[in-house]
């Protein structure tokens, strides 16, 4: 074991402050990674501040992790010393269920392993995340990271830019489609980047009319504010593929009626309530309502190369570790273009 500094929480209503801890040293198998950045996820928060039940305490967040390898285990194939390496949202899961088997560990019969705040069955206490400046991490849940990109701006592909490419692979979006990208904020803008990137014609919904530039210059075909009942009356029926990153409460009838027939609406935002569907909005168009959780390890690994292929990063704002509960408030007021991203060599200085 060797000791490791860190950001964490120590109750629900307790800022995060500097917090000492011990991370376990390499096993065999095991990958260390020097963190060089760390994005802020709204799942950091919602942890951190005990709105999701099971936050336990001393909490340290962070799943959008890239770094540097300093040391690996003897039986460790894919990595070396000097190494880019990134972590996401999961550090291991059974591997002997259906789901693993199939490479879709996120859905794990048994239970991925989160990053962060979840039984670790190395040191059979919790797990901690990436507001610290090592982790530990068997090879099989590190990923490799695109040498041409901005490193920090990598960071939040790892859970924002998985989360909306995997869907869009899933239902094979791509060129001859019509997509529409539903709230552009930290999942919205990414959705963005990669639909355009997957050569669909994209069709950006928002709320705000501030925000109609940046989805252009995102990569957004056309903008519809949808403040007025008539904005969306002009798309109705027309859209292949919507993907619903919206977290707040929401009409999603209006966005139902938009598909073609066998159109599909993927919800990768989680709204606080349940939200309300007519079924016929379905039943008349033989549409689909659907979920997504993040991607297994292939595919985000596949995720990040299709970003160095094309480009693609998250827009950040770059901080201080000890502006972390600053961000938090301003992440509530949506108050980021588009994703916080914690500078780690801060955490010293801190």
Request: charged share 20%.
């Amino acid at each position: 074991m060797f000791i490791c500094t860190g950001y964490a929480a120590q109750s629900s209503d307790a800022p995060l402050a500097p917090h000492s801890f011990q991370r376990r040293d390499p096993g065999p198998t095991d990958v260390e990674i020097e963190i060089l950045y760390c994005g802020v996820c709204h799942s950091d928060l919602h942890t951190a501040r005990g709105e999701w039940p099971g936050t336990v305490y001393p909490n340290i967040p962070g799943h959008e992790i890239v770094g540097r390898v300093r040391r690996v285990g003897a039986e460790v194939k894919a990595f070396k010393v000097g190494d880019l390496a990134g972590v996401g949202c999961m550090v291991d899961s059974c591997r002997t269920c259906s789901s693993c088997v199939e490479g879709l560990e996120q859905y794990c019969l048994v239970g991925n392993t989160g990053t962060y705040n979840a039984p670790d069955k190395h040191t059979g206490g919790v797990t901690y995340g990436g507001y610290s400046k090592a982790i530990v991490v068997d090879e099989a849940f590190v990923l490799r990271l695109p040498e041409n990109l901005d490193l920090a701006a990598v960071a939040p592909l790892l859970c924002a830019g998985i989360t909306t490419y995997s869907p869009m692979r899933h239902w094979k979006v791509g060129p001859g489609q019509t997509v529409g990208i539903v709230g552009l904020g930290g999942l919205g803008h990414m959705g963005v980047k990669i639909a355009h990137a997957l050569g669909a014609k994209v069709v950006m919904f928002t709320t705000s009319e501030s925000k109609r530039g940046d989805a252009m210059r995102l990569g957004a075909d056309e903008v519809v504010v949808t403040r007025g009942p008539e904005a969306m009356k002009p798309w109705a029926g027309k859209l292949d593929f919507i993907l619903d990153a919206v977290s707040a409460d929401h009409d999603i009838n209006a966005y139902l009626a938009l598909l073609k027939r066998d159109g599909t609406l993927v919800q990768v935002g989680a709204p606080p309530s349940p939200l309300s569907v007519q079924v016929s909005n379905l039943i008349m168009g033989r549409r689909r309502f659907a979920g997504s959780l993040i991607g297994g390890i292939a595919e985000t690994q596949e995720m990040l190369d299709f970003c160095g292929k094309h480009g693609i990063t998250a827009d950040i704002e770059m901080i201080p570790i000890d502006k972390v509960n600053e961000a938090y408030d301003r992440m509530l007021k949506s108050d980021v273009k588009y994703r916080f991203v914690i500078d780690m060599a801060t955490l010293a200085a801190a």
